[in-house]
């Protein structure tokens, strides 16, 4: 749409003429001019309220002069008010149909106030009047179109290339609406009508026989792209025009080796290339040649643009959706080289130090990312992260406090601050702390399964409101059921309250439930099991918890004496 409102204007901004002499008195005129006059200083000075009172006294004055009218149109343009404008535009317009801006800036709030048949009247108004303007012409035509006035729309460019002859604005206009009429025919009718008349412009040959493929005119098509190919073999949109041919037809060889052709070539902009990566991101998954070629396409594609960050960023993603996730973290860290103010990469480069377990890696780009970003809360619940798995608890509670403070809106969020602020105070052995964070945590988020687990689990090492702990680790295995370890929590509170045969149904569960290869998990059943009366059983699971590495001093113990060690 054109914006009229912000076109330099004609003298009549600064000065106003009597509509006809006589008309006014001179007093009047002096006062009406005095208050124009104003009106447009606050106009200029953005004082729109000011300016909206003065160009009303001067209606009152004068109601047959269009000037105070149609700057009253254009200040209620800009504050988005559209039917007030329109209702001013249409008195100037009413009172002046001969000023072109005035018919203009009406004509366009009829259309952005959905009156469009009104709009077009007036369009057709202004070009009896200024039958060269060709703006007017495609604008009506525009607006025609978006009413679904095809056979006019078209009528009306056709009006506009008679001024200009052919045209890309013209010629186009009239292909997209035949499309959107179906007649491919007249489509291709129109794109090679601008394709002969602009030889030099391979774009529009190209436009031709994608439309001639569509209409399964493929040999036309391929003549088109096989001709266009001769005449500038090194032009890329060429290439991607002949790849997209035959990836059509599933010849996939041939469509990546034009593909490669085009990705060498500097000129071709890399948002396109990368556009066209992005397209195979689903269907290369699972297709593992298809998969080989995409990777091909990131070589050259890198090779041919090593100094821009997006190269390395989008085949991170890919590396990373193909849990290569070391070689997605070296493609991401390359791209922070060129990017190192994108806070995505910064954020994937960490979670992958966290998925690689490389909390030395984690806790240094977490610190990184934080001399960028020192108010983003992410970086400080990163850094705590990685100090808690490296034992440096007293500075992970530092940093988790800091950036718990930042968090803003988010309760899920803040949930996990907390968390991890009472998992590094547990291993401080501060457990009223770690207790309290605990609570909060759950105050953010009650359903919250890891600190509902972790908490209970504690509690029930410590014999400390065993109750609590019961009722949170249950809450745990109704939100996420199945799981081992937290089955394994619930049976352990249940013996620790003495309800030792609905612990053993729960320890079982935990061990059919893969928790076979756990050690904890099998000391435990095997607890319970000395527990029911079951020794000789128990015997057995304290031995396979031994089998499994690392046995505890109680472990050996229990072996020793067959007998539970407290």
């Known amino acids: 749409m054109l914006i009229y409102s912000c076109k330099p204007k004609q003298n009549f901004v600064a000065t106003s003429k009597k509509k006809s002499s006589g008309e006014l008195s001179e007093k009047e005129q002096l006062n009406f ?15 729109f309220d000011l300016a909206v009172g003065l160009y009303t006294q001067c209606i009152k004055i004068n109601p047959k002069e269009a000037a105070p009218y149609y700057d009253l149109a254009t200040i209620y343009t800009y504050q988005n008010k559209l039917t007030q404008a329109a209702e001013s535009a249409r008195e100037a317009y009413n009172i002046n149909k001969e000023n072109i801006w005035y018919s203009l800036l009406y004509a366009e709030l009829l259309a952005q106030t959905a009156q469009f048949q009104k709009a077009i009247d007036v369009f057709s108004d202004i070009i009896k009047r200024n039958p060269t303007k060709v703006e007017v012409i495609m604008e009506m035509g525009n607006i025609q179109e978006q009413i679904q006035q095809y056979d006019n729309a078209v009528k009306t460019y056709n009006q506009a290339e008679q001024i200009t002859g052919i045209s890309e604005e013209t010629s ?17 009718e129109e794109t090679k009508k601008l394709a002969d008349a602009f030889p030099q412009e391979p774009r529009y040959r190209l436009m031709l026989a994608e439309l001639y493929d569509n209409n399964k005119e493929h040999d036309k098509a391929f003549a088109i792209y096989t001709e266009a190919l001769k005449t500038d073999p090194e032009n890329p949109y060429i290439l991607l025009s002949l790849a997209d041919y035959h990836h059509k037809r599933k010849e996939y060889a041939k469509a990546f080796q034009f593909l490669r052709t085009a990705y ?54 890919f590396l990373y959706r193909d849990q290569k996730l070391a070689e997605a973290r070296e493609q991401f860290k390359k791209a922070l080289e060129y990017s190192s103010e994108k ?27 934080l001399e960028i970003f020192p108010t983003q809360p992410n970086f400080y619940l990163f850094s705590g992260l990685a100090k808690i798995q490296l034992k440096k608890y007293k500075e992970a509670v530092e940093k988790l406090e800091l950036g718990a403070a930042l968090v803003v809106d988010n309760p899920q969020l803040s949930s996990q601050f907390f968390s991890n602020l009472g998992d590094a105070y547990h291993r401080m052995n501060k457990h009223k702390e770690s207790d309290l964070s605990y609570e909060k945590a759950l105050t953010f988020d009650p359903n919250n399964v890891y600190v509902l687990n972790n908490y209970s689990y504690y509690l029930s090492l410590r014999k400390e409101k065993l109750d609590d702990a019961a009722r949170m680790s249950k809450r745990a295995n109704e939100i996420e059921p199945g799981s081992p370890s937290f089955q394994d929590t619930y049976a352990w509170i249940l013996f620790q309250q003495g309800k030792y045969d609905e612990a053993l149904i729960w320890i079982t569960k935990a061990v059919e439930n893969g928790g076979a290869s756990n050690s904890v998990i099998l000391e435990h059943k095997g607890d319970i099991l000395f527990k029911t009366g079951n020794t000789r059983e128990a015997i057995e699971y304290w031995k396979m918890a031994h089998e499994m590495g690392e046995p505890s001093d109680k472990l050996q113990q229990k072996i020793k004496t067959q007998k539970y060690i407290e």
Request: proline share 2%; no cysteine; net charge negative.
């Open 172 to 188: 186009l206009s009239k292909q997209r609406v035949y499309l959107k009429q179906n007649k491919l025919n007249k489509a291709i």
């Open 33 to 47: 001019d005095y208050l124009f006059l104003n009106a447009n200083k606050e106009k200029i000075l953005g004082n």
């Open 343 to 369: 806070f995505a990469i910064w954020n994937q480069v960490i979670i992958l130090d966290s998925e690689l377990q490389d909390w030395d890696a984690m806790e240094k780009n977490s610190e990184k990312a």
């Open 264 to 317: 060498a070539n500097p000129d071709m902009d890399i948002d396109n290339k990368i556009k066209i990566l992005l397209s195979f991101y689903m269907s290369s998954e699972e297709n593992e040649e298809l998969n080989k070629e995409v990777y091909s396409l990131f070589e050259i594609l890198i090779a041919t643009h090593p100094y821009d960050g997006k190269a390395y960023s989008v085949y991170g993603d």
